[in-house]
Each structure stands twice: as structure tokens, then as C-alpha cells.
């Protein structure tokens, strides 16, 4: 497709469990960002990847949550030993280059509930 | 604490008129400003941007001005339409950031027929 896509588009997963998503970003977009989106809040940056290499992880609560890119396209943000404070919206961004001017494009988001 | 801050949660217009979204920060480090707008259900979508060397962009029926002074910036939307209503999130980056934003809460915006 053309625009970011990112599965499961919901996901309800129990305290303790560990829990996958997936971001598939613009075709030959470099950048790749993760965000985080609770209720009634704004989007809150996670972590940025230029390419396959996490250039700005700072955004990252604690290290339960830890985020790939292998091959510099898809990425994965993993969050271990889940806790009913991660529930939120999560969503990836994808720019052409990276940098502050380059536009990021937001996939709709994976909504994650934990029971 | 929230550097970037959307004051009203909600907004509501007549269509035809004019909406002012407003939107301040806190951190003179910030030196870029972005809007986006988010339908329910959707990602946020980038509507128009302002460097800190500007006071002012213009996009069609979109306009974003910075008070730097004030550390305040507005976005105006004229004339309102109906296919507007949506939140609108103010944005702002560092000079030199990667690109990482730092968003406001959003203003639903809702313009009536």
C-alpha cells in the first residue's frame, strides 16, 4: 500500500504477557519513528531508527519495551511483561530522510488493552 | 510537565466562519512547529509547519502564526467546513532534532452546517 501500515490494528493482552507490533512504513522511507498516544493525550515520541540503527531511543519508559528494524524497513516494538499502564494507542511514523523537516506520515495505530 | 500546551480541549464554529486552534510552549529550544489533524481511527495527518524564523505560513485555507515573543503560535482555518472537524495537534521540535516531536493534547474541533 501507499501509506503506513501497521497490525494488529487492536490487540487485548492479559498483565504479564509480552506483546509484538509491527510497523510497515512508505516504501523507501529511512526514518522510522514509534509513538505512544494515551487517553486524552498527545501522541508521545518512543523511539527513532535512521535506517536499520536506533538513533534516538530516550523516549522509552523503562526497558520492558525495546523496538528492531533489521533490514531497515518493517520495524517491531516489543513490550515485555506488559502492565495495565502501557495501554494506549500505539503508532509508527516514516519519513523520506529524518530530521525535523521532513514530513512524518503516521500509520493508523495499534490499540493495545491490557487486561 | 507540558512543554507544548493546548489549552482548549474543544472548539466548536459555525461553517463559513473562522477557526483559531491555539497552541504554547514552553521551551525556547523549540525552533520548529508543526499542526496535525487526526480523524477518529486514523493516524495523525501533517496539515502545515512554521520555522522559528517566520511569523508566519499560509496554506490554502490554512494559516499558522508564531509569536515567538509569546511563545505562542495559532493556526486559522477560513472559511470553516464541515469535513474540518477533527483534533488538531500542535507539534514543536528542537534545531537540530531527529525529527522527534513533541505534541500538545489536541483541540477537537467541531464545525456545524
Known amino acids: 500500500g501507499a501509506g503506513v501500515s501497521q497490525t494488529p490494528s487492536n490487540k487485548v493482552t492479559e498483565k504479564g504477557k509480552y506483546v509484538e507490533l509491527r510497523c510497515d512504513p512508505i516504501?523507501?522511507?529511512?526514518?522510522l519513528y514509534w509513538y505512544r498516544q494515551s487517553l486524552g493525550q498527545g501522541p508521545e515520541f518512543l523511539i527513532y531508527?535512521?535506517?536499520?540503527?536506533?538513533?534516538?531511543d530516550s523516549g522509552l519508559p523503562n526497558d520492558r519495551f525495546f523496538a528492531v528494524r533489521p533490514e531497515g524497513s518493517v520495524s517491531t516494538l516489543k513490550i515485555q511483561r506488559t502492565e495495565r499502564g502501557d495501554s494506549a494507542v500505539y503508532l509508527c511514523?516514516?519519513?523520506?530522510?529524518?530530521?525535523?523537516?521532513?514530513?512524518?506520515?503516521f500509520g493508523p495505530g495499534t490499540r493495545l488493552l491490557v487486561l | 510537565d507540558q512543554q507544548v500546551k493546548q489549552n482548549s480541549p474543544s472548539l466548536s464554529v459555525q461553517e463559513g466562519r473562522i477557526s483559531i486552534l491555539n497552541c504554547d510552549y514552553t521551551?525556547?529550544?523549540?525552533?520548529?512547529f508543526l499542526w496535525y489533524k487526526k480523524y477518529p481511527a486514523e493516524g495523525p495527518t501533517f496539515l502545515i509547519s512554521?520555522?522559528?524564523?517566520?511569523d508566519k505560513n499560509e496554506d490554502g485555507r490554512f494559516t499558522v502564526f508564531l509569536n515567538k515573543s509569546a511563545k505562542h503560535l495559532s493556526l486559522h482555518i477560513v472559511p470553516s467546513q464541515p469535513g474540518d472537524s477533527a483534533v488538531y495537534f500542535c507539534?514543536?521540535?528542537?534545531?537540530?532534532?531527529?525529527?522527534?516531536?513533541?505534541f500538545g493534547k489536541g483541540t477537537k474541533l467541531s464545525v456545524k452546517p
Open positions: 511514523a516514516s519519513s523520506r530522510g529524518g530530521g525535523r523537516d521532513e514530513t512524518q506520515y
Open positions: 516504501s523507501g522511507h529511512t526514518a
Open positions: 531508527f535512521q535506517g536499520t540503527g536506533a538513533a534516538d
Open positions: 521551551n525556547s529550544m523549540f525552533d520548529y
Open positions: 512554521i520555522s522559528s524564523i517566520k
Open positions: 507539534a514543536a521540535a528542537y534545531g537540530g532534532s531527529q525529527g522527534n516531536l513533541i
